[in-house]
Structure formats: C-alpha cells, structure tokens
C-alpha cells in the first residue's frame, strides 16, 4: 500500500476546524500499511485565494480531510492530486479513525458566500 499524508485544520491539535481556510495549522498524518507512522503540526500560512492548495501539495499531502470550502479551492486540491473529503466534524481521531477504515465520506458541499476568491457558506 502506498503512504498516504492526509491533512486536517485544526487550532487546537485535537477538533477538525470547520473552514480550513480559517485554521491555525494542519495536522498532518503519515499513514503505511493502515497504521499512523507520524505525525506533524504545520503552521498554515496567512489566508490568500489558492496558496494552501500550492503550500500543502509541497508537504505531499495526498488527502486533505475538512468542514468545507469553496468550489474554486476543491478544483485547485485537485489540481495539486490531493484528495478532498467535506463534512468533516468533531476530532482529528475519529474523523483519521473513520477515514482509515474506509467509511468516511465526503458529505459536505461547496460553500456559497464569499471569502476573497473563496467561498464558505458558515
């Protein structure tokens, strides 16, 4: 199986935030053969239409697992072949727990009002 690096907002190392776009750093996961090999708190950098997209395909993030965001930063994830999960809620553990065992979804949207060249709808 392939490593996967899946990153979650979060502020508080421990709640998904809901509106990645907002959040203090990413919580990013190093998972091999289904097991968490490591993980890293990165620092995001400030807000601006397109740059967390660019800034998290440089750490190798293969998933992003989050509340929402707009349609244009989905399109630029997977630009970056990063894999985007919506709907997200609740800890980085359940929300890491539900995804390595395969059932977690996307069940979000695209948020609607605009942030900048992004949208949210909160």
Do not use: Y
């Amino acid at each position: 199986m392939k490593q996967l690096r899946v990153a979650l907002p979060t502020t508080d190392k421990v709640t998904v935030d809901e509106h990645f776009g907002h959040c203090k750093m990413f919580a990013i996961h190093t998972i091999e053969d289904n097991k968490v090999v490591s993980i890293e708190h990165v620092m995001a950098p400030p807000h601006a239409p397109g740059v967390l997209p660019k800034f998290l395909g440089e750490q190798n993030v293969t998933t992003i697992i989050t509340g929402g965001m707009g349609q244009r930063a989905i399109e630029l994830f997977k630009e970056q072949d990063i894999d985007v999960i919506l709907g997200a809620r609740g800890t980085i553990e359940e929300n890491l727990a539900t995804f390595m065992e395969g059932d977690l979804m996307s069940t979000g949207s695209a948020c609607s009002h605009n942030h900048d060249d992004e949208s949210c709808n909160h």
